[in-house]
C-alpha cells in the first residue's frame, strides 16, 4: 500500500463503518480510470479538473477524496487545503477497496486506463520507428519523430489525438450499467 502525504485521512475499513450521511466520495481519477472500476455512488472529479468544478462540490459535504492508491488524492487534498472544504483522503485509495474484497463499478471491461494505452501506443510506434529504421529504412525513423511530435503537442494543448482514437475502440467505450446510488452505503460486509 503506497503511502500517503496527508495526515487526514480514513482506512476503507473506517468507511464503511461509518454513517455520517454528508459523506461523498470524490475519485479523482480520469473518467477512463473511473469507468474501469470506482467505489460505489462516488463522483468523478478528475484532479485536473477539481479547482474549476468547486461548485459541484456541496459545502456540508465531507469529502472523502479517492483515486487508485491514494497519492494523486493526497494531491488533490493539498490543492483543496486552502480552499475551506471537509476533506479526508481514503488510505490505499480503490485499490485497498478491491484487496478489502469489497464491490467496484465497472461501466467499461478496459482494465487499462486510457492514458496508459496511449504510452503503449507510442512506446510502441517510437520502438517501431527506431527499429525499422535501423534495420530496413532511415524513412522510418520519421514515425519516432511524428510520434515524438504528436506527444510535444498534447502535453501543450491538452489534446491527444491519439487518446481520442483508442477512446473508439469497443474495449474503451462506457457500458449501459445502471448508475450508481446516491447514497455511499452499498450494503457491503468487511472480511
Not at 66 to 88: E, P
Not at 147 to 155: D, E, K, N, P
Not at 176 to 183: D, L, N, Q, R
Request: hydrophobic fraction near 40%; charge should be positive; proline fraction near 5%.
Amino acid at each position: 500500500m503506497s503511502e500517503v502525504l496527508c495526515e487526514t485521512t480514513i482506512d476503507v475499513q473506517e468507511l464503511c463503518r461509518s454513517t455520517n450521511p454528508a459523506l461523498r466520495c470524490i475519485d479523482v481519477r480520469s473518467p477512463t480510470e473511473f469507468a474501469a472500476g470506482h467505489i460505489p455512488a462516488a463522483i468523478n472529479i478528475p484532479m485536473d479538473e477539481i479547482e474549476s468544478r468547486l461548485g459541484d462540490l456541496r459545502p456540508q459535504d465531507h469529502l472523502i477524496l479517492v483515486c487508485q492508491s491514494g497519492k494523486r488524492a493526497s494531491m488533490t487534498h493539498a490543492l483543496l487545503a486552502h480552499q475551506g472544504c471537509d476533506l479526508t483522503v481514503l488510505r490505499g485509495g480503490t485499490d485497498a477497496w478491491r484487496q478489502a474484497g469489497l464491490p467496484l463499478v465497472a461501466s467499461t471491461q478496459s482494465r487499462w486506463s486510457l492514458e496508459r494505452q496511449v504510452r503503449l501506443g507510442a512506446g510502441l510506434l517510437v520502438l517501431t520507428g527506431v527499429v525499422f529504421g535501423l534495420l530496413l529504412h532511415p524513412g522510418w525513423f520519421y514515425l519516432a519523430g511524428f510520434v515524438g511530435t504528436g506527444l510535444i503537442f498534447a502535453g501543450t494543448t491538452n489534446y491527444c489525438a491519439m487518446a481520442n482514437l483508442l477512446a473508439l475502440l469497443p474495449w474503451n467505450r462506457r457500458g449501459s450499467g445502471k448508475p450508481c446510488s446516491t447514497a455511499l452505503s452499498c450494503g457491503c460486509t468487511i472480511k
